[in-house]
């Protein structure tokens, strides 16, 4: 069993539309849960971070945790096309410095 | 822009051949990682100096190594090529050397023919 997994998609939407992203894990020793975002032809960048289960708003982007689960999301609401990309759930444990990050899912927003 | 500095952006070159990439960390960061993204792997964890000193291994093959200078700026050196060596390899780099904000570099593209 692979300790991420991710739906590589590709995923199209309209431009407004909710859109979540998906990632169930198998470590119970993951501690930090991450979502990347990385545009064609660039690094990974850090979207959001959070380490307990629940939600985290930033903005549009809400990052939820259900640890008991061992399974996190993403939402972007009011998708914009800037927000095409792919979406990259990473997880780290605590001590340890190496990310380990799902297959990424290809995001696409129609305007 | 992340602050984060790798050369080159592109390489190609022939199997049983030997290349460095090299990266520059964000000013004030001690850590470095390396990462190796390919279509079929993913983002994938090689290694992680801190301060000039490896602290973390991952999934790095044995014609892979990689160092960190005084500098602090690092180098992946990649031996006896291979098809399937071809990938994009990113930098990270962090403050500390246990779990911080990761900041990512543009990559290198190397293709092995």
């Known amino acids: 069993q692979k300790e991420v997994e991710q739906d590589p998609g590709p995923l199209s939407v309209p431009e407004g539309a909710i859109v979540s992203l998906n990632c169930t894990y198998s470590n119970s020793a993951f501690q930090y849960f991450m979502w990347y975002r990385q545009y064609s032809r660039k690094g990974p960048e850090l979207l959001m971070y959070t380490y307990s289960s629940g939600n985290k708003e930033d903005g549009r982007f809400t990052a939820q945790v259900d640890k008991s689960s061992k399974y996190i999301s993403l939402f972007i609401r009011d998708s914009q096309p800037s927000d095409s990309a792919t979406y990259l759930c990473?997880?780290?444990?605590?001590?340890?410095?190496?990310?380990?990050f799902g297959q990424g899912t290809r995001l696409t927003i129609n305007p | 822009d992340s602050g984060v500095t790798q050369t080159p952006k592109h390489l190609i070159t022939a199997t049983g051949q030997r290349v460095t990439l090299r990266c520059s960390p964000r000013?004030?960061?001690?850590?470095v990682y390396w990462y190796q993204q390919s279509l079929d792997q993913g983002l994938q964890f090689l290694i992680q100096?801190?301060?000039?000193?490896?602290?973390a291994k991952g999934n790095i093959l044995e014609r892979f190594s990689a160092q960190q200078f005084p500098d602090l700026h690092s180098e992946l050196n990649l031996s006896s090529l291979e098809l399937g060596d071809s990938a994009l390899y990113f930098c990270?780099?962090?403050?500390?050397?246990?779990?911080?904000?990761?900041?990512f570099g543009p990559g290198t593209r190397l293709t092995v023919l």
């Open positions: 990270a780099s962090s403050v500390g050397d246990s779990y911080n904000e990761q900041f």
């Open positions: 100096y801190y301060n000039g000193e490896e602290r």
């Open positions: 000013s004030g960061d001690l850590s």
């Open positions: 990473a997880f780290i444990i605590q001590g340890a410095q190496k990310l380990v």
